[in-house]
């Protein structure tokens, strides 16, 4: 046990956040005290509640000092907490743990030598001491202990202004949080890459934030604890008018129910107005008329300027009287057909931000459109063992499927998409939602919900052949709450199934980890990235239902 807890401490501190299944799986196991009190501690850093997370370090700390290693991972801890609640004490914890430095356990060191460079990094920047030294070169040693250097520094690279070593100071974290994997460094750094090369490649820029938040989708469940990255990417869009920007407004808007509250950064309040705006855009495919407005008569009028009524009524293939009636406002209703084909008929460049909304909306609908005529050429080409992957994967890859489910019936659709092409291509023409989910099967989709997708797609090519289709069938036949149980764990069975160095014996699933001969521990880990008991109570009696 002894050895275990170490191994996992230190897998903590190595992926952070990524490990919870292990701290789940921790606090379960019979534990010395001071060891149950740490492990709690965790918990309620991740969930950012400080001031609990440092009452339970204070009761472990008192346990815990002939457990040098233990003891010194504990005043680590209490220092960052202290820093986040703004208390100075801090400044004196960090003195002791510096000049007893080289006394300190080699596994408490690596988790504490970042925390000490980026104080005192800090401190030489506001002029309080000489630059930094350090006293060893082993950290660079330790990948996860070198991603936080990096952040550091990178942080006062911008502090000083010399972005563009912060720049690549990121990009380096980045590719070495990427090799561990540790996403909160992966994130972080492409995120802040991303923002400080917006406004000198912005095209550059727009790749590196489409990165951050592909593997936001691939590494997160709950992706509104990293809503930053969409807020980034959302200014990016902005700036270069990405007519992509719309599914990130989409995304933002169904996100934002799940944010906290109140409490400054990351929450409702803080980003209030991005929602806000965002909401007021949001592509509506089931309007057929809108309100025929100032803004909207003006921009038609913009159309053919110093252009007379019949010339105006030729370009937008709109009869005289009617166009009349529409620019005089006689007209109070336009039809979305009118808009449409005003939109075929003139090759313009959209501007999501500031056009007005029923052309947004309409030429969002004729693009999906377009794309749909062309991947419907493609839909006979794919074998159908890979349709059944690629539809399956892209339905799970799609977040508060809630909001979608007046748009089709999803056993029937798959049946159709699977046994009848011809039927499918009917009734998907016929709906604009089905046209926008088969343009996300059979080509890119956001790229978070593509890093959602790509797990889905390599979980079911583990499968046996005609396991998949047992497992696909069971899937189809469940109601949406447990579907969405199996989603995250599929998804999270791929992110975990790596080496980690340590094993756990819970003994359950056994049938189905031989039925669909998948690995034990990524299964286990992957049952115990939910946190609610219920909650995995309910996703093991769905999965052990499969193999009855």
């Known amino acids: 046990m002894y050895k275990k807890v170490h191994t996992i401490s230190y897998i903590l501190f190595k992926y952070g956040n990524f490990s919870k299944p292990f701290l789940n799986l921790m606090l379960e196991e019979k534990l010395p005290k001071e060891w149950y009190y740490y492990f709690v501690a965790q918990r309620y850093k991740w969930s950012q509640d400080y001031e609990l997370a440092l009452q339970y370090v204070e009761k472990a700390l ?9 003891y010194y991972i504990l005043l680590s801890d209490k220092v960052n907490f202290l820093r986040f609640l703004k208390d100075k004490n801090a400044e004196f914890i960090l003195e002791d743990i510096r000049k007893n430095f080289s006394k300190i356990p080699i596994l408490a060191r690596k988790i504490i030598a970042p925390i000490l460079y980026d104080y005192y990094l800090k401190r030489s920047y506001e002029g309080r001491s000489a630059k930094i030294r350090f006293w060893s070169k082993e950290y660079l040693k330790d990948p996860s202990t070198y991603v936080f250097i990096l952040w550091n520094r990178a942080n006062m690279e911008v502090m000083e202004n010399n972005i563009r070593s912060a720049i690549r100071l990121y990009f380096e974290g980045a590719k070495t949080a990427l090799k561990i994997p540790h996403p909160t460094g992966i994130l972080s750094n492409l995120n802040n890459a991303s923002w400080y090369l917006k406004d000198i490649h912005p095209c550059f820029s727009l790749n590196i934030s489409k990165k951050a ?9 709950d992706m509104e604890g990293r809503f930053y990255i969409l807020d ?9 008018r990405d007519e992509d920007i719309w599914e990130t407004a989409e995304i933002i808007c169904l996100l934002y129910d799940d944010l906290p509250e109140k409490g400054g950064w990351g929450t409702k309040e803080h980003y209030k107005s991005l929602f806000e705006f965002c909401n007021t855009k949001r592509i509506n495919f089931d309007i057929s008329s809108y309100e025929n407005t100032k803004e909207l008569r003006e921009y038609l009028i913009n159309i053919g300027k110093d252009k007379k009524l019949y010339e105006l009524s030729d370009i937008l293939g709109i009869s005289k009287p009617n166009l009349s009636k529409i620019l005089k406002g006689w007209t109070f209703k336009v039809r979305s057909e009118t808009i449409r084909n005003i939109l075929e008929r003139i090759d313009l460049k959209v501007d999501y931000m500031n056009d007005p909304y029923p052309i947004v909306n309409e030429y969002v609908k004729l693009k999906i459109t377009k794309e749909f005529l062309q991947n419907k050429k ?20 799609l977040i508060k499927r809630n909001d979608y489910k007046g748009n089709f019936n999803l056993k029937e659709l798959y049946s159709l998409f699977i046994n009848d092409i011809d039927l499918f291509i009917q009734k998907a023409e016929k709906n604009m939602f089905i046209m926008w989910f088969t343009n996300k099967i059979i080509g890119k989709s956001h790229p978070l919900l593509e890093g959602r997708k790509d797990l889905a797609v390599k979980f079911f090519n583990i499968l046996p052949l005609k396991k998949r289709d047992k497992f696909i069938n069971y899937y189809l036949n469940l109601n949406e709450k447990d579907r969405i149980l199996i989603d995250e764990f599929i998804r999270n ?18 049938n189905f980890i031989q039925e669909f001969r998948l690995k034990p521990l990524p299964t286990l880990l992957s049952v115990y990235s939910l946190d609610k008991k219920s909650e995995r109570k309910r996703l093991v009696n769905n999965l052990d239902k499969i193999v009855l």
């Open 232 to 240: 980034t990417l959302f200014e990016i869009q902005k700036i270069v």
């Open 378 to 397: 493609k839909l006979n080409k794919i074998s159908k063992e890979e349709r059944k992957i690629l539809f399956i994967s892209t339905y799970m890859s």
């Open 213 to 221: 938040c592909y593997y936001l989708g691939c590494f997160r469940e």
């Open 493 to 510: 069975y791929v992110r975990y199934d790596r080496k980690w160095g340590v094993s756990f014996s819970k003994g359950i699933l056994k």
């Open 62 to 70: 008192k346990l815990s000092k002939d457990n040098l290693t233990l």
